[in-house]
């Protein structure tokens, strides 16, 4: 069942001239803008990764991936209940978690034809207890009933591998390990290991050899090339207006 959050986002992407839920090539788009494919993504990229191979052979796509910057966890007294408890989660997302998706889907950006929008969000969850589906049960077992988009606090486009090693700070040395771009992004060395994958896979990157036993990279040289048409309208698609909070839903035939 679709979220609200997932509506609301819908709706963020929306002009006066989109259609939603649109049939094509045996999929469904959650958003036709002109000739730009706009897909919500909640779950992981990678489960929608065929799809999006087979829609890039011939359609310009953008894929919006939120990252959950601040979650409120709501808890009912039931489906539908009374809220008997509000709390925040100490989780809190970075634009650094982009690598988490880009990790299982090398082989599909950058693409001409897809661009990746990362909205940086704060949201509520409503929460009841239940099991669901769970064949083990445990006492603080959980169903979630519903998602809400609280704020956006920004937006960010990634078009080209350009776009993703702007967000590695100037201070990484000429030639890095996975340990210098740790200290560099201010993470984990788990985050530097998934970014110096992507980047390894994605060729913006290549190994220049190894210091004990750690790979060393450097980046490679980028020449700026002439973007096809399909780039050209992803590029030229604005970003959304960042909307006040809270969020409001509008109303109005979406098709």
Known sequence: METTLHRQLKQLYTDTRSHQEVPLDNYRIDVVRGNVLVEIQLGSIAAIRDKLHKLLVDHCVLVVKP??????????????????????????????????????????????????????????????????????????????????????????RFATATDLRKLIPATLPTTFHTGHLAEAIEQSRETAQQIAYCFRHMKITRQVGKEGNAILYRFKTTRSKKRPPCSTALSSLPLPSLPISPVEMTTGNPN
């Open 67 to 156: 990252i959950i910057a601040r979650k409120h966890l709501v808890k009912l007294s039931g489906r539908d209940g009374e809220v008997v408890s509000r709390r925040r989660s100490p989780k809190r997302g970075t634009i650094m978690n982009l690598f988490d998706e880009l990790v299982y889907c090398t082989q599909l950006f950058p693409h001409p034809n897809l661009c990746i929008d990362v909205p940086l969000i704060e949201m509520e969850e409503l929460r009841f207890p239940g099991h669901g589906r769970r064949r083990r049960h445990r006492e603080n077992d959980f169903q979630v009933q519903d998602q809400r988009l609280l704020n956006v606090e920004s937006i960010q």
